[in-house]
C-alpha cells in the first residue's frame, strides 16, 4: 500500500476533462466548500504483462477538499504472485483541484498461470473509498500480444518436455500433444503439460478434435478417443495398418495410414474401411472448403 501526501511536491496537469468531469464546483468557497471528497481515474482499464516481467499504467488523483491530506493507494484482487508499487511522477493545481499523476507497476512472478485477472485499484482517504477496474492478463513469454512483431507465430518458446511426439490439437480450450509410446500431454495454455494415461503403448501419430471430440491415431490400428483430452478409450479401427493421420470436417473423421489405408466414422466410435486405389503409405490428411486431402509420397487425394 502506498501513501500520497498531497502538498509540498512540483505541479503537473494530466487527464484534466476526465477529472474535471468529476469534481464539483468549489468556486466562491476558497477551496474549503462544496462536497468533501476526490476522485480516482485510470489512463488505462486493461494491462497486460508477461510472467516473470512486469507493466506499468498511470492514474490520476483528483483532490477538491483541503481537508484530506493523505491518500492511501492499494491493488486488491490480485494473485499470488503479483506485486504492486506505486510512483508519484508529478502533480499540479488545476483550478481548485489538486492533480496528482501516479505510475502503477504491476511486476509478476513467472509462476503466475496464463490468464485474465479481474482487479481493482484502490484509493483511501479517512473514511472515504475510491476505486477503479483494472483488468491484469498475464501471458507467457513469446506468447504473442503487442505489435512490432511480437506476436504469435513470430516468436517461439521452446518447452522442452523429453518427450518424442508426434502430433498436436486444439479444441475446447485445450491442447492435446501425442507422440511415442502411447504418450498423450495435455495443456490449458500451451506452456504447462500434464501427462495422461492413454491405456496404449504403441506408438500415437497424429491428433484431432471436433464434434466434441478428440481422436489420436498410431500404430498398428490404434485409435483413441476422448470427450475431455484426460480420458481415453480404444475404438476398434479393423486394421492392423499403422495410421499416420487423422481429421475432421463435414461431421466426418478421417484417418489415413500405411498401403493407402482411409478409415471414416460420422462420430470416431465405429469406423468404416474406405477404397483410395492407393498403395503407398498416406501421411497427412486435412479438411478445408469442404473436401478432403490426404497425402504421402508423391501421392494426394481428394474427396469428395
Known sequence: ???????????????????????????????????????????????????????????????????IETVKLSLVGAPSGVSSSFTIESDRMFSDVIVLIVRLTVSVDSGVAPGTYNLQVQAISGSLTKTANLTLTVSAPGGGGGGGGSGAGTTWTLRNLGDSLNGVTYGNGLFVAVGEGGTILTSRDGVTWTQRTSGTSNDLYSVTYGNGLF????????????????????????????????????????????????????????????????????????????RFVAVGGGTILTSP
Not at 30 to 48: I, K
Not at 274 to 288: A, C, F, I, N, P
Open 1 to 67: 500500500m502506498k501513501t500520497l501526501r498531497l502538498y509540498g511536491a512540483g505541479l503537473l496537469v494530466a487527464l484534466l476533462l476526465t477529472l474535471t468531469a468529476c469534481v464539483p464546483s468549489t468556486r466562491g468557497s476558497g477551496g474549503g466548500g462544496g462536497s468533501p471528497g476526490f476522485t480516482l481515474v485510470l489512463d488505462s482499464t486493461s494491462l497486460t504483462v508477461q510472467q516473470g516481467s512486469s507493466g506499468t499504467t498511470r492514474l490520476a488523483i483528483g483532490v477538491w477538499d483541503r481537508s
Open 215 to 290: 481422436v489420436a491415431v498410431g500404430a498398428k490400428g490404434t485409435i483413441l478417443t476422448s470427450p475431455d483430452g484426460v480420458s481415453w478409450t480404444a475404438r476398434a479401427s479393423g486394421t492392423d495398418e499403422w495410421l499416420w493421420g487423422v481429421a475432421y470436417g463435414n461431421s466426418t473423421f478421417v484417418a489415413v495410414g500405411g498401403g493407402g489405408a482411409i478409415l471414416t466414422s460420422p462420430d470416431g466410435v465405429t469406423w468404416t474401411q474406405r477404397t483410395s486405389l492407393e498403395k503407398s503409405d498416406l501421411l497427412s490428411v486435412v479438411y478445408g472448403n469442404g
